[in-house]
């Protein structure tokens, strides 16, 4: 006979309250409650004294019961898509990270093509997060923005939207741009060529339009501008093939480093050229592949530290109480001489930009 007495099951101890750690610690029960809330007004010293506490008496704060007494959910809702452009996730994760340090937790929305969008709009009121960051979600229409913003702090991130009043932040396309051409310039290409990604967004747009007036301003010769339809390696390569044929082309600005990397390919195993000796190539974005020994890829580099410093400050400044008004705003950035286009280049170096 098997005389094993059964397992008793463990007692579990009730979670203690944010009421009882304050009796216990001596404190306020606001105290317990701006203790762990970031930018509150509590003196450093206070602040310890209750997390020892809380780690002492094992206290958690409850989510839940903060967000009935606050009305705020403390989440910000992350919308993208194109999540094929290696720039993006390296922009997702700092901006997760700072708003973290925030007091925001992040959710992300990935919009794709073909998906249901109104799906996804709903569960993005659904979970009633406190603020918005639309990172260059193209797929959205202004009108579903609006909709899905409303009453919320909202910010657009690498895309602008004419007339539609949100607030933005982005690369100031338009000096990035006139950089590259002002550099092919400097170094004796006179026969360009320009690789668009999403031919209506108004990333592109900026990009194309402003490379394209300062080549025409430079007295240079464009000889082609060639929409890649998309932000991908297999339309940059594409569009070098299509434009190294002609062999009549010195130097090309692809509108971002994943398309100019998928040209290089291109233009080196699929043509044979040489590279920058027979033609120079540039991007835009300065992601890691960009620095890779075989590309060392001449590019513009976004501030991402700034931009996530400015969508952050935004967001507070929507969330404190008081009228607020949308605003843009375009930031300066890097041009980086890489052996994309001076072959005999040492190292990195920062070229002048500003014209």
Known sequence: M????????????????????ARRLGVSQSAISRAFTPGTSISPA???????????FDYHPNAIASMLSTRRSNIAGIVVSEMQNPF?????????????????????FNITRGSNIEEQLVALRKYNVDAVVVISATVLSGASLRWATEGRAAVLVNRTIPDLPLTSVSCDNVEGSRAIADHFHAIGRRNVAFVGGLPHTTTNLERQNAFISRVAELGMTLTHAVSGGEYSYEAGYRAAMEIGRSRNVDAVFFANDILAIGGF??????????????????????????????YSLTTFRQPVDAIIEK????????????RYLPTQH????????RRSSVGDLASETIGPFRT
């Open 330 to 337: 375009a930031l300066s950035g890097d041009l980086l001489i």
């Open 46 to 56: 206070m602040r310890q004294r209750i997390l020892r506490g809380a780690e002492e």
């Open 311 to 322: 969508t952050i400050q935004l967001i507070n400044e929507q969330l404190a109480p008081g």
């Open 88 to 108: 993006y996730p390296t922009l997702i994760e700092k901006l997760s990270r700072e708003l973290q340090r925030e007091g925001l937790q992040s959710l992300m």
């Open 2 to 21: 098997d005389n094993t007495e059964p397992e008793q099951p463990i007692a579990r101890s009730r979670p203690i309250t944010a009421r009882e750690l």
């Open 265 to 294: 390919d291109a233009f080196r195993d699929g043509l044979g050229l040489r590279i920058p000796e027979d033609i120079a190539i540039a991007g835009f974005d300065d992601i890691a592949m960009s620095r890779w020994p075989r």
